[in-house]
C-alpha cells in the first residue's frame, strides 16, 4: 500500500504560482510513476504532469507545458508540482497519484489516489 498526501492548494490570480506537494508514504519502493491530475466542476479528470521515480524523466498535458514543472525529492517520497503563470482555466481539485508499473506518462493509470488538494485561479 502507498499513502499520499497532498498539500499546498489555494486561490491566486491569473498569473500568479502555486507550489503542490505529494507525500507519499507506506511501500513507496514499489511506487514507479507518480503523477498529477485535476478536475474541474462539471468536466472529467485529466492528466497533468508525470515523472518517474528511478529514471526522473517527465510528461506533461499539452495543456500545462512551459508553465508546470513535475519534480521529487531525492529519497523519491516528495513530489512537487510548480504552476507558474496561472489561469482561470487551471481552477480544479488537483489529485497526486501512484502507479506500480514501471511504464510511466501520461497515459498510465494509478493504482493509489491522494484526497485532493484544491487550486482556485481568479481572473
Known amino acids: 500500500q502507498v499513502q499520499l498526501v497532498e498539500s499546498g492548494g489555494g486561490s491566486v490570480q491569473a498569473g500568479g504560482s502555486l507550489r503542490l506537494s505529494c507525500r507519499a508514504s507506506?511501500?513507496?519502493?514499489?511506487?514507479?510513476?507518480l503523477g498529477w491530475f485535476r478536475q474541474a466542476p462539471g468536466k472529467e479528470r485529466e492528466g497533468v504532469a508525470t515523472?518517474?521515480?528511478?529514471?526522473?524523466?517527465?510528461d506533461y498535458a499539452d495543456s500545462v507545458k512551459g508553465r508546470f514543472t513535475v519534480s521529487q525529492r531525492n529519497d523519491e517520497t516528495t513530489m512537487y508540482l510548480q504552476m507558474n503563470s496561472l489561469k482561470p482555466e487551471d481552477t480544479a481539485m488537483y489529485y497526486c497519484?501512484?502507479?506500480?508499473?514501471?511504464?510511466?506518462?501520461?497515459?498510465?493509470?494509478?493504482?493509489?489516489w491522494g484526497q485532493g488538494t484544491q487550486v482556485t485561479v481568479s481572473s
Open positions: 497519484a501512484a502507479g506500480t508499473r514501471w511504464a510511466c506518462g501520461m497515459g498510465f493509470e494509478p493504482k493509489y
Open positions: 515523472i518517474h521515480t528511478f529514471r526522473g524523466d517527465t
Open positions: 507506506g511501500q513507496t519502493y514499489s511506487a514507479y510513476c
